[in-house]
C-alpha cells in the first residue's frame, strides 16, 4: 500500500520490508507488511481497511508487549473501522489488555511535560455529563504509576482543561 501510494505521490522513499522488528539490514525505511487488498491505494474499502487497521495494532500491541518497541505512535484512525462505538485506539489497546474500568490513558509526554484528556470520543456539549471525580481520580492514579515506573519519580500532576479528543470524524462535530 505505501510504495503504491509513494509512487502515485511521486514520493522517492525506499522502502526495506522486514519479518522482524530486529532485523536492521539495509537501507531505507523499515516496513512489517501487513496485508491489504486494494485496486486503489487512496480508496481501500471500508472492510479492507478495518481488517488492515486491527491487523496493524494487534501487530504493534504484541510488539509492544514483547518489549520490541518502547510505543506506539499512530496516525488518525477511522474510529468506525474498529467496529465499536466511541472506542478509539486507546481505547481498543486497553481492552487488549484487559482494562475495564477507565483507567486506560492516551499520554503524550517527554521529559517536561504530559497531557491526557480524560474523556475521549464524545461531543463537547457531553463533557460535563461523562466527566467525574472517578474518572478524573482513575486516570490521574495511572499517570502516577506509569511516571514512577518509567521514571522513579512522582510527577506533579494538575487538572487545567477540558480536551474532548471528540467525534473527530462526524459531520456535526464541534471539533
Known sequence: LLKKQFKKLNIKIKLNPIQNIKQ?????????????????????????????????LNLAHTLALDKS???IIN???NKTLLNKKNLGVTEYL??????????????IANKKLAV???????????VSKKLTIDKIYKKIRSI???FKKRYKKRPKIA????NPHNSELKKNSEE
Open 24 to 56: 536492521f539490514k539495509g537501507e531505507g525505511l523499515k516496513v512489517i507488511d501487513v496485508k491489504v487488498n486494494f485496486k486503489d491505494p487512496f480508496n481501500v474499502s471500508k472492510k479492507s481497511s478495518s481488517y488492515f487497521v486491527i491487523n496493524s
Open 69 to 71: 518497541v518502547k510505543g
Open 75 to 77: 496516525c488518525a484512525v
Open 94 to 107: 486497553a481492552s487488549k489488555c484487559g482494562i475495564k474500568d477507565g483507567s486506560e490513558v492516551m499520554l
Open 116 to 126: 491526557c484528556p480524560i474523556t475521549t470520543h464524545i461531543n463537547v456539549k457531553d
Open 144 to 146: 502516577n504509576f506509569w
Open 159 to 162: 487538572v487545567l482543561g477540558l
